[in-house]
């Protein structure tokens, strides 16, 4: 294991004090992390791929988060907002994707002294350190960042930052729809029938899935609230059928309501085990997905299946198989990260989706969060790899301690200023996932 400089200072160095920090990402994290730095008078650059702010959110905007208003919002951007007349009028409301974004992020992202600093439409691509490449040590902690960015004009161009704050979410990288995690064989064939996660069933896409067979592939909350709508659609679109192809023997993992002390969650597991049970969807159980291929208007999904392999028919597939980090990015920056879930070493066993629901992740600042690469912040729900217990409250804790370090308040940086509830951020009845 690399040693971590944990000696509490700032580590990038009064040198680049003059330069920015990047903030990679404009959802609720980035944009949090924007405020945390203008409240310490600290420059910053929010660099956002979208075209929007908060692109991922909009993205499954009409789904309705667990967590009421009071757990959504960062208290620092709740105090800026405020002084420009903004009030946090539900508190106890849980709102929905698209409503967190108009409600609160978009006023957010435009407040003077956070609008001017958000460049969108900019992907990052990659990350180094400004003249050298990942084997290079000495002198490396004082050497500014080099991020790297290429816009829709395929223009690439590089910046020089201070630090870096990676708030870039996982949304944009599903998990692969095989069983074994690589890309699914035969997937080009079919591409054009295959579906990202959190399709809008009952609304914007209703007439994509009327009179299909959709299957859906995955077991968590966010392929039981697919399940559930298309279930809904099924009974008043003649020909709709939906099967839902998980790779273990049954879905317990979000049906066992008994075992859920997360009132929404378990809701979303209750209906999904009735839809299953009464026959308005069918469970393609112990099918470990191999490959696909295109046979006329079918999709023909094969897997193994009991100890043979099985093919299972469909018009769409939903993939509903979870989220990975990006990390293609930090090919020359030193990261730690946990061989299983992908997080930052010393916050991995925090957040171990067999040990931890959402509300029982302790709150974690800089320490955990610290590289090798010092001055380098994965944030949000980035952070957590691919464990799927991310909760914003957690993530805006954490920007506050990665800012209150970079700004060299080290006290505000240590102390821990969040006491999650073990139920209460995750409790409405209506789905989504955390
Ligand atoms: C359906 C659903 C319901 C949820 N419900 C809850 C809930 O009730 N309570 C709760 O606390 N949490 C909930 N979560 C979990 C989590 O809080 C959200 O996923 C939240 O949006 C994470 O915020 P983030 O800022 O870390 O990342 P994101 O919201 O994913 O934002 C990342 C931003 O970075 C941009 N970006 C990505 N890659 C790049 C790049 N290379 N360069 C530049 N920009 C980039 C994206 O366009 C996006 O705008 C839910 C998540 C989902 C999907």
């Known amino acids: 294991m690399t040693l971590i400089d944990l000696t509490p200072r700032p580590s990038t160095g009064l040198a680049n004090a003059h330069l920015p920090i990047a903030i990679i990402g404009a959802g609720p994290v980035g944009l949090a992390a924007a405020a945390h730095l203008l409240r310490r008078g600290l420059p910053f650059e929010v660099l956002e791929a979208g075209d929007t702010v908060a692109a991922s959110v909009r993205a499954w905007g009409h789904t309705r988060l667990f967590s009421p208003w009071r757990h959504l919002v960062d208290p620092v951007a709740q105090e800026l907002l405020e002084a420009h007349g903004w009030s946090l009028d539900q508190p106890d409301r849980a709102p929905s994707g698209a409503e967190l974004v108009a409600g609160y992020l978009a006023p957010l992202a435009a407040l003077p002294g956070i609008a001017e600093r958000i460049r969108l439409g900019v992907a990052v691509t990659d990350v180094a350190r400004e003249g050298m490449d990942r084997t290079r040590t000495r002198g490396r902690a004082g050497a500014p960042f080099t991020v790297r960015t290429l816009d829709a004009s395929g223009a690439v161009a590089d910046g020089a930052y201070r630090a870096v704050i990676d708030a870039s979410g996982s949304w944009l990288t599903p998990n692969a729809l095989a069983s074994n995690g690589l890309t699914l064989p035969g997937l080009a064939e079919v591409a054009d029938r295959v579906l990202p996660a959190l399709p809008d ?42 099967t839902w192809a998980i790779r273990s023997a049954s879905p317990d993992r979000v049906t066992d309501a008994e075992t859920d002390g997360l009132p929404g969650r378990a809701s979303l597991g209750v209906r999904a085990r009735r839809a299953v049970a009464d026959g308005r969807v069918t469970l393609l159980d112990g099918f470990e997905t191999v490959g696909a291929r295109s046979d006329g208007d079918d999709v023909v999904l094969v897997g193994r299946r009991g100890g043979s392999l099985a093919e299972h028919r469909t018009d769409l597939v939903v993939n509903a198989t979870g989220f990975r980090p990006a990390l293609d990015m930090y090919r020359e920056v030193r990261l730690e990260l946990d061989e299983i879930v992908e997080a930052p070493r010393r916050l991995a066993p925090m957040i171990d989706p067999n040990e931890h629901s959402c509300g029982t992740v302790e709150p974690h600042g800089y320490r955990e969060l610290a590289h090798p690469e010092q001055g380098l912040f994965i944030v949000g729900m980035k952070s957590y790899g691919r464990a799927p217990t991310f909760l914003l409250k957690t993530g805006y804790e954490q920007v506050r301690s990665v800012v209150a370090w970079l700004a060299g308040d080290v006290a505000s940086a240590l102390a821990v200023e969040l006491v999650l509830p073990e139920t209460g951020v995750c409790s409405t009845a209506d789905g989504g996932c955390c």
């Open 201 to 242: 069933v009952l609304g914007a896409d209703r007439a994509v899935f009327a009179g299909r067979r959709t299957t859906v592939v995955g077991a968590g909350h966010s392929a039981a609230n697919t399940v559930i709508a298309l279930a809904s659609l099924a009974r008043d679109e003649p020909g709709a059928t939906v």
